[in-house]
Each structure stands twice: as structure tokens, then as C-alpha cells.
């Protein structure tokens, strides 16, 4: 099993969700965030059943992360009582579990991110 966590989340707004998970990368509590756009909830609130169009947010950490991560993601989030849940990360290729660590650590050696590559293999000619 790897020390990654992926934490899912919602938000009401695209400029919230942005906003936020840019906050968490540049503090380096999470490496990454996606997200997925057109995800309907259904749940119980203020005496009542409701129904809401949400984004769904998956941020990539680490579990020494999390803690922090946590905290500060109920403190900057809208909602009164936001959906913020880590789920181990059974596996995943190293070279990715190694950046999104080294990322989170700030150590200097961290491999680039999966996108740089891509685009360093395009302008390199490799596809």
C-alpha cells in the first residue's frame, strides 16, 4: 500500500473549487486536484431532503499531509459542513506516488509532474 490519499470533496462553484485546491498546491498540501464538474447530490440538510448540481474534487496528498490538508480545506471551504474524505490509495506507478510526495515534502529532487513530461516528450519529438 503507498502513503498517498486521494480526498474527495464537493463545492457549488467552479470559482470556489479553483480558488481552493490552488491555495492547497501552492502550500503544498496537495499535489493535484481534478475537477469533475456536473455531479448531482442528494442529501439530508436543514430538516429537508435536497437535490444540488456540485463539482466533485479529487485532491492527491500524502498521509502525513492529510492532517493539515484537512484543516485547512474545512477552513477555507463554503459549505457549513463540507464532504472531506481520504481514501488510501492502494497502489499507483512509483514515479507518480514519488512526485506527488516529493512535491508535498518540497524536496528538491521531486520529478517533474506527469504533464511536464508530456510536454517535454512532445517538444522532444517523442509524440
Request: proline residues 6%; charged residues 30%; aromatic residues 8%.
Amino acid at each position: 500500500m503507498s502513503e498517498l490519499l486521494e480526498v474527495h470533496t464537493t463545492f457549488a462553484k467552479i470559482i470556489d473549487a479553483t480558488e481552493i485546491c490552488r491555495k492547497l498546491v501552492d502550500e503544498r498540501l496537495a499535489a493535484c486536484a481534478q475537477m469533475i464538474p456536473g455531479v448531482t447530490s442528494i442529501y439530508y440538510w436543514d430538516g429537508r431532503t435536497r437535490r444540488d448540481s456540485e463539482l466533485l474534487v479529487l485532491i492527491k496528498t500524502t498521509k502525513q499531509a492529510w492532517p493539515a490538508l484537512r484543516d485547512r480545506l474545512k477552513e477555507l471551504h463554503p459549505f457549513d459542513e463540507p464532504e472531506i474524505i481520504a481514501v488510501p490509495v492502494e497502489d499507483a506507478s512509483q514515479s507518480y506516488a514519488d512526485w506527488v510526495s516529493g512535491y508535498i515534502s518540497g524536496r528538491a529532487s521531486a520529478p517533474e509532474s506527469p504533464s511536464e513530461a508530456a510536454e517535454r516528450k512532445d517538444e522532444e519529438g517523442f509524440w
